[in-house]
């Protein structure tokens, strides 16, 4: 499977370069029918890219500030058996007899995180138009809530001796990181889970604008998400629940944002002309 590969810097030139065309583009819509779209699309494009360098930025920072990752890590395990939630080595233990699943597992937790986000804002883009502002607006706000909280970075279950967990990816020999501190993406930000983050995102606007009887589907996503990223020791269930409590706080600000903007783009109803004199003949 194809996987959006971009470092930090890449992807910052390719949104200047991009943010430059849609502006250019803009300028000279009215010569072209479809110059509009393309300007749009290009900005769209454009604003991704933005936020996908911010969000590597954001990891990098993060793998500068070691100290309290692994103590932070240890007191959500305290956390979560406090609250009785079942332990993530748990769900390991039922997948780790299956090497097949745990491949799939580690290949969905590498790829479909940036890829099903692309081919989501592009359908959107492409059949829900009305709706996309509003969409991409939710993403920003919610991935940058996620880096926010990120700047204090937090181990990942895989890297906490004596817990039992199994850095499954690394077993395999499927690990993206690679020595810590190293890799195409950071190894610090386990809280919150911006994979669980954007796969709620996904499956709520779909299931939100689309009318096919079929959209209910789209559940699987954020359940395979989460089984991917627990099974795999990636993330710990409250990296999760944090994401998700998110999504759920940054969903009414974007809708408010939406229907104000929304308003200002309604025409003012014109007043009624008054009735002309007839004219004598």
């Not at 910052?12 to 000279?28: N, Y």
């Not at 997948?95 to 959107?124: A, C, E, G, K, M």
């Not at 607006?137 to 199994?166: E, H, I, K, N, W």
């Amino acid at each position: 499977m194809p996987h959006l590969h971009l470092t930090q810097d890449s992807a910052a030139l390719l949104a200047v370069i991009l943010g430059a065309v849609a502006v250019v583009l803009h300028l000279v819509r009215g010569r072209r029918r479809w110059l509009p779209f393309a300007a749009a699309a290009t900005r769209e494009t454009a604003i991704v890219l933005a936020l996908f360098a911010l969000w590597q930025l954001a990891g990098s920072l993060a793998l500068t500030k070691v100290t309290g990752a692994f103590d932070r890590a240890r007191e959500i395990v305290a956390v979560e058996r406090w609250l009785h939630i079942p332990s993530e080595v748990w769900v390991q233990h039922l997948v780790l007899p299956h090497p097949d699943l745990v491949r799939t597992l580690n290949v969905f937790y590498l790829y479909v995180h940036i890829n099903s986000i692309v081919i989501f804002l592009v359908w959107l883009f492409l059949r829900h138009r009305d709706a996309y502002p509003w969409a991409r607006d939710t993403l920003v706000l919610v991935t940058g809530s996620c880096l926010l909280v990120q700047m204090f970075p937090v181990a990942p279950p895989r890297m906490l001796q004596g817990y039992g967990f199994v850095d499954t990816a690394l077993v395999y020999h499927q690990s993206i990181y690679g020595p810590f501190g190293s890799g195409i993406a950071d190894q610090l930000s386990a809280m919150p889970s911006v994979h669980v983050a954007w796969a709620l995102l996904i499956a709520f606007v779909v299931l939100r604008v689309s009318p096919s009887r079929w959209r209910w589907l789209v559940l699987a996503h954020p359940v395979a998400t989460v089984l991917a990223v627990v099974a795999t020791a990636n993330h710990f269930w409250m990296d999760g629940i944090v994401a998700a409590a998110i999504l759920a706080l940054a969903v009414p600000v974007t809708l408010a944002i939406d229907r104000r903007r929304q308003a200002r783009r309604e025409p003012v109803l014109a007043a009624p002309r008054p009735l002309e004199e007839p004219v004598e003949v």
